[in-house]
């Protein structure tokens, strides 16, 4: 049996992931396992949609079984959130990961990888840091000048893909790349059948009723306008949190030094929204997405404790019948809903996550909807 593994977040689900869902089909897949984001994307922030209309997508266009990504992975970088996906994939049995990219070149991926693991580059990265370059920017220039001129370390997908390759080692899962087959992921055109996510989230937020975005995702994929989260609604609350924390609890978040901390502080003074302070704490060595995963972190208690634990648990957030057949070869505590966590790190960050999530949202539902809903069954 060829178990095929994807590691997403559908946010939401297009018709460039339905492809990919096919042709999964078409070159082996007899199960098809998504390994999920909950509430929170890796972009730091709240998803559109709750994880039931995003499982209930994937599972209407071609999974079998779809697994939550746990909540501080998620609000993490490609690396830490790859090295979650696929633990939860190790643990369920894949055979291979099935993944897209921009080059689609698994052999040039391969030798970056290799490249980003070595010592040299190591060392040149670090020293590139210490210069003031972000993260990526670092990364890149660190590739570039050790003669590795690829796009992987360039688009966010090969970075992905690059981090989906360096977590694969050990696992004995074998990956399977795809070029992308869709819009670019930062495009904001709709003109094409297949429009990217952040497309479909731009047209939803100037419009939750757009006919547009309707036409561009599956039938039934997006719920209604009511039932879609807009941070904006926790702007004063995400700014108050960063004003009011100490440098201790500031520090505590994953991957923030004092020079961080201080930052933020700087950026959330006299600030009333979220994208106010991500502007102002944006600089050439903080990129926004890590400004925003770190607000997050901070209003959900998130520590880099959390993002270092290893998986605990295999979460269904859907599933049909092949979906449950393969739970049997489960290498972890399987969980059905979140009360089957009662008590652990776990099921409290995942509970402070729906009722964050829930304050985004039109219509506030009670946390026990949250702590008591079962998988989706199809």
Known sequence: MGVFGVICEYNPL?????????????????????????????????????????????????????????????????????????????AIGVDKLFF???????AALQQTARLVESSRFQALFLQLRRQGLSYPRARQQAAAQLGDHSAALQSPNDTLALEYLRALGGTGIRPLCLPRNTAGHHSTSTDSP???????????????????????????????????ADSRYLDRALCQKVQMAS?????????????????????????????????????????????????????????????????????VLGANSRGLALLKRAQLPVLT?????????????ERTAFAAFAGCLPHIPTENWEYTQKFLRV
């Open 194 to 228: 297949i429009a990217s996510a952040t497309a479909l989230r731009t047209l939803l937020q100037d419009d939750p009723h757009s006919p547009r975005a309707r036409q561009l995702v599956p039938p039934g994929t997006l719920p209604g306008p009511d039932e879609m």
């Open 14 to 90: 297009h018709l460039g992931h339905c492809w990919q869902l096919k042709k999964a089909r078409e070159l082996g897949a007899d199960t098809v396992v998504c390994a999920m984001s909950g509430n929170f994307v890796q972009r730091g922030a709240p998803a559109l949609c709750h994880w039931r209309y995003r499982a209930r997508a994937a599972l209407q266009n071609g999974a079998d079984l779809v697994l939550r990504i746990p909540t501080p992975r998620c609000l993490s970088s490609a690396q830490f959130f790859a090295e979650g996906g696929v633990a939860v994939l190790a």
């Open 100 to 106: 897209g990219s921009e080059c689609g070149d698994l």
């Open 247 to 315: 440098q201790q609890q500031l520090t505590a978040l994953p991957f923030v030094d004092t020079g961080l901390a201080n930052r933020l502080q700087a950026a959330a003074a006299g600030q009333s929204t979220l994208a106010g302070l991500v502007a102002a704490g944006t600089s050439p060595q903080h990129t926004a997405a890590r400004i925003r995963r770190a607000v997050w972190c901070l209003y959900l208690g998130v520590t880099q404790q959390d993002v270092l634990a290893p998986v605990q648990y295999l979460h």
């Open 337 to 349: 809903n979140l009360a089957g966590a009662k008590g652990t790190r776990y099921e409290q960050i």
